[in-house]
């Protein structure tokens, strides 16, 4: 996983797996990369036997121009419970003092659009557990 006082991803897995009481044995045999990508190319190549990330992370590859593609010997065993960590959300807005404040609204309205809802789909921007239930 990735660095918890760098990284939110990092973060919340700090926090659930401190209140499954086993943070600090974890930590013993856990590896830093530098960013959460990097969490899944770890487990497919072998180099770990587990990994905590976002769920793109652990899910998908790219290459640039192409679409999502399945990353090879990665299989999600768990979610994380909800329960054991802060609950968090990707938010956008419009920073105070913009060149151009009402592109950024414009963007944010796009964000909202079915086919930016579709976009974020294709990319496995999505609850991971609703996702799986409607599959």
């Known amino acids: 996983?990735?660095?918890?006082?760098?990284?939110?991803?990092?973060?919340?897995?700090?926090?659930?797996?401190?209140?499954?009481?086993?943070?600090?044995?974890?930590?013993?045999?856990t590896t830093i990369p530098k960013q959460p990508s990097l969490v899944g190319v770890s487990?497919?190549?072998?180099?770990?036997?587990?990994?905590?990330?976002?769920?793109?992370c652990m899910t998908e590859t790219h290459q640039p121009g192409a679409g999502p593609a399945p990353k090879k010997k990665v299989?999600?065993?768990?979610?994380?419970?909800?329960?054991l960590y802060t609950r968090f959300a990707c938010t956008a807005a419009v920073v105070k003092g913009a060149k151009n404040p009402e592109e950024g609204k414009k963007f944010?309205?796009?964000?909202q659009t079915?086919?930016?809802?579709?976009?974020?789909a294709k990319w496995n921007f999505v609850d991971p557990e609703?996702?799986?239930k409607a599959e």
Not at 75 to 83: I, L, R
Not at 108 to 111: G, N, P, R, T
Not at 114 to 120: L, V, Y
């Open 75 to 83: 299989v999600v065993a768990e979610f994380v419970p909800e329960e």
């Open 43 to 56: 487990v497919a190549k072998g180099d770990a036997q587990a990994g905590i990330a976002y769920y793109p």
């Open 130 to 132: 609703k996702q799986a």
């Open 108 to 111: 944010i309205a796009f964000l």
């Open 1 to 29: 996983m990735v660095d918890p006082d760098t990284s939110s991803v990092g973060y919340h897995a700090r926090e659930a797996l401190s209140a499954l009481g086993i943070w600090e044995e974890v930590m013993k045999k």
């Open 114 to 120: 079915p086919e930016a809802q579709a976009i974020f």
